[in-house]
T-cell receptor, first 116, second 114 residues
Framework: NAGVMQNPRHLVRRRGQEARLRCSPMKGHSHVYWYRQLPEEGLKFMVY????????ESGMPKERFSAEFPKEGPSILRIQQVVRGDSAAYFC??????????????FGSGTRLTVV | AQSVAQPEDQVNVAEGNPLTVKCTYS??????LFWYVQYPNRGLQFLLK??????LVKGSYGFEAEFNKSQTSFHLKKPSALVSDSALYFC????????????FGKGTKLSVKP
């Protein structure tokens, strides 16, 4: 089992470009969560998705950020027109249907986005 | 607002000594509480969780935590620290039961010196 796979590990974008972050959940996991970690801070929840559905996006900025988890393929976190303040580590986590009761979330190694 | 607090930014311990990383919570109902560890440039690794039942929870790498309802605490402990335990530790709770997102504390940096 390869665990939660995130790519790329490091991403550098110029201001105004688009950033696409990918997350493949663990095999058998149908729930995906995205978190952002700013320097010297804890993780902040962004969005919770199941296949083809956004369940909770209360932590997503209202503009420029979007997420999807299609029927086939990885979950994508998309940031349009990036700004320096978007520089952070973005972590994806997955869980099975039973969620937290039987299983802590499994986190990927993250994508470190740097906006120059 | 519901939250968890980690009152110490950093904890320093000598190798072989017991360690405690503190966490207090302000959560209504029956909280689901978690501890995660993050090594440099890595994702978070699950250590242990409290859902219900026995207040003393044993987890990975010899860590344990005690759920104390009267003190609203969930401190992480280990009887004998290792240098390799040096990392960033996060306390978290679930905002929505078994399917909720996790709300994290700010983290405590543990440094274990030989």
């Amino acid at each position: 089992n390869a665990g939660v796979m995130q790519n790329p590990r490091h991403l550098v974008r110029r201001r105004g470009q688009e950033a696409r972050l990918r997350c493949s959940p663990m095999k058998g996991h149908s729930h995906v969560y995205w978190y952002r970690q700013l320097p010297e801070e804890g993780l902040k929840f962004m969005v919770y998705l199941q296949k083809e559905n956004i369940i909770d996006e209360s932590g997503m900025p209202k503009e420029r950020f979007s997420a999807e988890f299609p029927k086939e393929g990885p979950s994508i976190l998309r940031i349009q027109q990036v700004v320096r303040g978007d520089s952070a580590a973005y972590f994806c986590a997955s869980s099975p249907q039973t969620g937290l009761r039987d299983y802590g979330y499994t986190f990927g190694s993250g994508t470190r986005l740097t906006v120059v | 607002a519901q939250s968890v607090a980690q009152p110490e930014d950093q904890v320093n311990v000598a190798e072989g000594n017991p360690l405690t990383v503190k966490c207090t919570y302000s959560v209504s109902g029956n909280p689901y509480l978690f501890w995660y560890v993050q090594y440099p440039n890595r994702g978070l690794q699950f250590l242990l969780k409290y859902i219900t039942g026995d207040n003393l929870v044993k987890g990975s790498y010899g860590f344990e935590a005690e759920f104390n309802k009267s003190q609203t605490s969930f401190h992480l402990k280990k009887p004998s620290a290792l240098v390799s335990d040096s990392a960033l530790y996060f306390c978290a709770f679930s905002s929505g039961g078994s399917q909720g997102n996790l709300i994290f504390g700010k983290g405590t940096k543990l440094s274990v010196k030989p």
